[in-house]
T-cell receptor, first 115, second 112 residues
Framework: NAGVMQNPRHLVRRRGQEARLRCSPM?????VYWYRQLPEEGLKFMVY????????ESGMPKERFSAEFPKEGPSILRIQQVVRGDSAAYFC?????????????FGSGTQLSVL | KQEVTQIPAALSVPEGENLVLNCSFT??????LQWFRQDPGKGLTSLLL?????REQTSGRLNASLDKSSGRSTLYIAASQPGDSATYLC???????????FGTGTQLKVEL
């Protein structure tokens, strides 16, 4: 059973371009979380999704950021018109259960660098 | 708003020493608390999960305790090894928000 897979591992974008980050949860997991780790800061929650539904997006910036978790395929975190402040490590985690009473399994992250 | 604090921010110890990492949180209404390990440039590995009804969990040389009423947890590492060098993160799960709130971590270095 493969772990949580994130790609790409490293993504370089110029200011104004779009960044698409992908996350494939562990097999059998239907709950996906995205977290962002800014330099010298802790991980911050962004969004929680179940298949085809956004459950909690309270940590996601209102503009330029969007997330989806379609019925088929990976979860996508999309950042439009990237700025230098978006440079960070973006981590995805998955769980088979709602409520988080089980461990969350994290991917290795995508390091986004905005030039 | 839940806030999680970890002390110390960094720690350097000689190999073989027993050590304690501390975590405190402001809102005691948690579902569980997890300790993670993060290696440079890599993802997070869950080490121990303590449910709110539990007092401690053990895995190998690791022991984590939880005092929910006082908002504290400790991670005890016995007989530390250089391979234990990493950043250790504490996170609490607040069910109402369906999300983990992380501390900023303790960066541990175990020297030969």
């Amino acid at each position: 059973n493969a772990g949580v897979m994130q790609n790409p591992r490293h993504l370089v974008r110029r200011r104004g371009q779009e960044a698409r980050l992908r996350c494939s949860p562990m097999k059998g997991h239907s709950h996906v979380y995205w977290y962002r780790q800014l330099p010298e800061e802790g991980l911050k929650f962004m969004v929680y999704l179940q298949k085809e539904n956004i459950i909690d997006e309270s940590g996601m910036p209102k503009e330029r950021f969007s997330a989806e978790f379609p019925k088929e395929g990976p979860s996508i975190l999309r950042i439009q018109q990237v700025v230098r402040g978006d440079s960070a490590a973006y981590f995805c985690a998955s769980s088979p259960f709602e409520g988080g009473n089980e461990k969350l399994f994290f991917g290795s992250g995508t390091q986004l660098s905005v030039l | 708003k839940q806030e999680v604090t970890q002390i110390p921010a960094a720690l350097s110890v000689p190999e073989g020493e027993n050590l304690v990492l501390n975590c405190s949180f402001t809102d005691s209404a948690i579902y569980n608390l997890q300790w993670f390990r993060q290696d440079p440039g890599k993802g997070l590995t869950s080490l121990l999960l303590i449910q709110s009804s539990q007092r401690e969990q053990t895995s190998g040389r690791l022991n984590a305790s939880l005092d929910k009423s006082s908002g504290r947890s400790t991670l005890y590492i016995a007989a530390s090894q250089p391979g234990d060098s990493a950043t250790y993160l504490c996170a609490v799960f607040t069910g109402g928000g369906n999300k983990l709130t992380f501390g900023t971590g303790t960066q541990l270095k175990v020297e030969l």
